[in-house]
């Protein structure tokens, strides 16, 4: 750690008293282990009862096809919001104004707003009573979680394409091809290797706020994970079960977001995008 | 609609609770997050080792697996049984956000150039005021965007809470939806806006912050 801006290489005072803290912190962090599980052991949540349900193949089933529901409803809503974000992330570039205007308030709109009230509304305005062909909840979640990844990624798009050398346009202009060619030919293409590291990132995202799904009671993890305990009463252990769950997904794809960073952008710093237009004016963050 | 502005003080009553969820979890995340990054960027192994994975675990369980232990879980093991709705709602909140302020925290300081850590040694600054007038204040103007996200997103996580009972704006969204389904939109449209109100004034409150915090460079 000599390379850090916070402190200086540490000489053997220093070493002899951050050895004195690491025992002392080692000893803290054992003693809390220790003390924890024989509280839960205390209060009988180690017991087989508790978690024999997680060794039962039917129950396995029903969380494998969960976890399945919770994987497309994330990945339709990905697909759908990579739609909606090229749609209106061109359309903030456009040089019109009565298409720049619109495509603006409406990504400011659901980037503002809550992914859970987007779903009550999906819900209880179409949703509800076999509305969506009689997957109301899922599909419910799968439109909120489009409206707000895809409002998120316009301007993820917007900042890829923005984030390229001016002397791209300009050469491509300059051998006679229409805005449209351009576009499609040549920033599209570029801004798209910029941009696919951000888009894993926010497949973390939308595979999390699925699980919010549960309040208008759509399958999904947490949807079974809540039927589970409740019957088995074992609340703790099935937390911790459907929390890991999320957890692999999420880390795979974060492991998957960190390749594809270093493939393909290099050591250039990550595409980032500030969560309203007021935030993401400043040039420090679009840098 | 006539339900819904003849009962204003409801909404109202409702936002004012969103507000205190907000303002209160994002203090102690604040607050939490400067541990957690002292502990990260610190000297000491096992404290960064530990931070590491609280992090690492934390960022990635989603909001509502966090309320689920506060709220369902740990009143099995006889912790937070007496505890108000509103503060274990800040504590969710709080154990969750804390993450990202931590990671924000932390990004603010990587961007510090070594160089003005060597240089501020060689005329001689001490530790504390190394710290205290030269990484400190740059680290944290340049935190600042990022920070600003993250209370952006908490202050629209604090619509979690409605799936757990607290009358928060989501909630009370709900209750008016379900009194009057033929004008879902409108009421949902009054809403969001109360929500945009909020996050653009977080956002506001940043940009005056970084604008406030510029060093000629």
Same mark, same amino acid.
């Given at each position: 750690? !000599?390379?850090?801006?916070?402190?200086? !290489?540490?000489?053997?005072?220093?070493?002899?008293?951050?050895?004195?803290?690491?025992?002392?912190?080692?000893?803290?962090?054992?003693?809390?282990?220790?003390?924890?599980?024989?509280?839960?052991?205390?209060?009988?949540?180690?017991?087989?009862?508790?978690?024999?349900?997680?060794?039962?193949?039917?129950?396995?089933?029903?969380?494998?096809?969960?976890?399945?529901?919770?994987?497309?409803? +994330?990945?339709?809503?990905?697909? %759908?919001?990579?739609?909606?974000?090229?749609?209106?992330?061109?359309?903030?570039?456009?040089?019109?104004?009565?298409?720049?205007?619109?495509?603006? %308030?409406?990504?400011?709109?659901?980037?503002?707003?809550?992914? %859970?009230?987007?779903?009550?509304?999906?819900?209880?305005?179409?949703?509800?009573?076999?509305?969506?062909?009689?997957?109301?909840?899922?599909? !419910?979640?799968?439109?909120?979680?489009?409206?707000?990844?895809?409002?998120?990624?316009?301007?993820?798009?917007? +900042?890829?394409?923005?984030?390229?050398?001016?002397?791209?346009?300009?050469?491509?202009?300059?051998?006679?091809?229409?805005?449209?060619?351009?576009?499609?030919?040549?920033?599209?293409?570029?801004?798209?290797?910029?941009?696919?590291?951000?888009?894993? !990132?926010?497949?973390?995202?939308?595979?999390?706020?699925?699980?919010?799904?549960?309040?208008?009671?759509?399958?999904?993890?947490?949807?079974?994970?809540?039927?589970?305990?409740?019957?088995?009463?074992?609340?703790?252990?099935?937390?911790?079960?459907?929390?890991?769950?999320?957890?692999?997904?999420?880390?795979?794809?974060?492991?998957?977001?960190?390749?594809?960073?270093?493939?393909?952008?290099?050591?250039?710093?990550?595409?980032?995008?500030?969560?309203?237009?007021?935030?993401?004016?400043?040039?420090?963050?679009?840098? | 609609?006539?339900?819904?502005?003849?009962?204003?003080?409801?909404?109202?009553?409702?936002?004012? #609770?969103?507000?205190?969820?907000?303002?209160?979890?994002?203090?102690?995340?604040?607050?939490?997050?400067?541990?957690?990054?002292?502990?990260?960027?610190?000297?000491?192994?096992?404290?960064?080792?530990? &931070?590491?994975?609280?992090?690492?675990?934390?960022?990635?369980?989603?909001?509502?697996?966090?309320?689920?232990?506060?709220?369902?879980?740990?009143?099995?093991?006889?912790?937070?049984?007496?505890?108000?709705?509103?503060?274990?709602?800040?504590?969710?909140?709080?154990?969750?956000?804390?993450?990202?302020?931590?990671?924000?925290?932390?990004?603010?300081?990587?961007?510090?150039?070594?160089?003005? &850590?060597?240089?501020?040694?060689?005329?001689?600054?001490?530790?504390?005021?190394?710290?205290?007038?030269?990484?400190?204040?740059?680290?944290?103007?340049?935190?600042?965007?990022? #920070?600003?996200?993250?209370?952006?997103?908490?202050?629209?996580?604090?619509?979690?809470?409605?799936?757990?009972?607290?009358?928060?704006?989501?909630?009370?969204?709900?209750?008016?939806?379900?009194?009057? &389904?033929?004008?879902?939109?409108?009421?949902?449209?009054?809403? &969001?806006?109360?929500?945009?109100?909020?996050?653009?004034?977080?956002?506001?409150?940043?940009?005056?912050?970084?604008?406030?915090?510029?060093?000629?460079?």
């Amino acid at each position: 750690m !000599s390379s850090s801006v916070l402190f200086d !290489s540490p000489g053997p005072k220093t070493r002899v008293r951050h050895r004195l803290y690491t025992v002392i912190a080692v000893a803290v962090v054992v003693a809390a282990a220790v003390w924890l599980v024989m509280f839960l052991d205390d209060k009988g949540q180690l017991t087989d009862a508790k978690w024999h349900v997680f060794t039962l193949t039917d129950y396995l089933n029903v969380i494998w096809h969960a976890l399945l529901d919770t994987l497309s409803m +994330a990945g339709a809503a990905i697909v %759908l919001a990579v739609i909606f974000g090229v749609v209106f992330g061109v359309g903030k570039l456009s040089d019109h104004a009565f298409v720049r205007w619109p495509s603006f %308030l409406v990504v400011e709109f659901f980037r503002a707003t809550p992914v %859970l009230i987007l779903m009550l509304l999906m819900f209880f305005q179409w949703g509800i009573g076999g509305g969506f062909w009689g997957h109301g909840p899922y599909v !419910s979640v799968v439109l909120a979680l489009m409206l707000y990844n895809g409002a998120v990624l316009a301007e993820v798009f917007r +900042a890829g394409v923005l984030s390229l050398p001016k002397g791209q346009s300009e050469a491509a202009y300059a051998i006679g091809m229409r805005k449209t060619q351009v576009m499609t030919i040549v920033l599209l293409p570029q801004a798209v290797k910029v941009m696919l590291p951000a888009l894993i !990132s926010q497949c973390v995202v939308a595979l999390k706020d699925t699980s919010l799904g549960m309040y208008i009671v759509a399958p999904g993890l947490t949807y079974i994970g809540r039927q589970i305990y409740i019957e088995q009463r074992n609340q703790l252990q099935t937390a911790l079960v459907i929390s890991a769950l999320y957890i692999i997904c999420n880390l795979i794809l974060t492991v998957i977001a960190t390749w594809m960073q270093r493939r393909l952008v290099g050591t250039k710093k990550p595409l980032e995008v500030g969560m309203t237009a007021l935030a993401g004016a400043n040039p420090t963050s679009a840098k | 609609m006539h339900d819904v502005f003849s009962n204003f003080d409801k909404v109202l009553s409702a936002f004012w #609770l969103t507000i205190q969820l907000a303002v209160l979890s994002g203090i102690f995340s604040l607050l939490g997050g400067i541990v957690l990054v002292a502990m990260r960027i610190g000297p000491i192994a096992v404290l960064r080792w530990l &931070a590491t994975i609280y992090v690492t675990l934390v960022r990635n369980t989603p909001l509502l697996m966090v309320f689920t232990f506060i709220f369902v879980a740990a009143p099995t093991l006889g912790w937070f049984t007496t505890t108000p709705f509103l503060l274990k709602g800040v504590i969710a909140v709080s154990l969750y956000t804390c993450t990202f302020v931590c990671e924000a925290l932390r990004s603010g300081v990587n961007t510090v150039p070594i160089g003005q &850590a060597e240089a501020a040694r060689a005329i001689g600054l001490t530790f504390t005021q190394n710290l205290r007038h030269i990484v400190l204040p740059q680290a944290f103007h340049a935190s600042v965007p990022p #920070l600003t996200s993250t209370f952006i997103a908490m202050a629209k996580n604090t619509s979690v809470a409605a799936v757990f009972g607290l009358a928060e704006a989501t909630f009370r969204m709900r209750y008016f939806t379900n009194r009057n &389904a033929d004008v879902t939109i409108w009421i949902f449209i009054i809403f &969001a806006v109360g929500y945009i109100i909020l996050v653009e004034l977080i956002s506001a409150g940043g940009l005056l912050l970084e604008r406030r915090g510029k060093a000629a460079r």
